[in-house]
């Protein structure tokens, strides 16, 4: 198994800001790719941007120029620096990793952590 867990959400007023980190930890052999998605109530799951192999990272378009992911791949760590927060904002936000399981295996498996919540309200 993989455990993932995230921190760093909470209550932060429209135009603020909150990190969130996301830590990797259990029974792999290496991580593929870390990132965000959230989900708002009565919504469906949505991505918000991932880190790829080489350092590459996608966001969806309605978070480019406020959000910036960041991985630390040596510690298998991901953070995800939230600034210029709107209240459609509001969801948990939920870590995800694709992993190797195996140094002789090209399997890869998803992973998902149990969510932090973050509000964005005045």
């Known amino acids: 198994q993989v455990q993932l867990v995230e921190s760093g959400g909470g209550l932060v007023q429209p135009g603020g800001s909150l990190r969130l980190s996301c830590a990797a930890s259990g029974s792999f052999f290496s991580i593929n790719a870390m990132g965000w998605y959230r989900q708002a109530p009565g919504k469906e799951r949505e991505s918000v941007a991932m880190s790829t192999s080489g350092g590459r990272t996608n966001y969806a378009d309605f978070v480019k120029g406020r959000f910036t992911i960041s991985r630390d791949a040596a510690k298998n760590t991901v953070s995800l620096q939230m600034n210029s927060l709107k209240p459609n904002d509001t969801a948990v936000y939920y870590c995800?990793?694709?992993?190797?399981?195996?140094?002789?295996?090209?399997?890869?498996?998803?992973?998902w952590g149990q969510g932090t919540q973050v509000t964005v309200s005045s």
């Open positions: 995800t990793a694709e992993v190797y399981t195996s140094h002789y295996s090209p399997r890869r498996y998803a992973y």
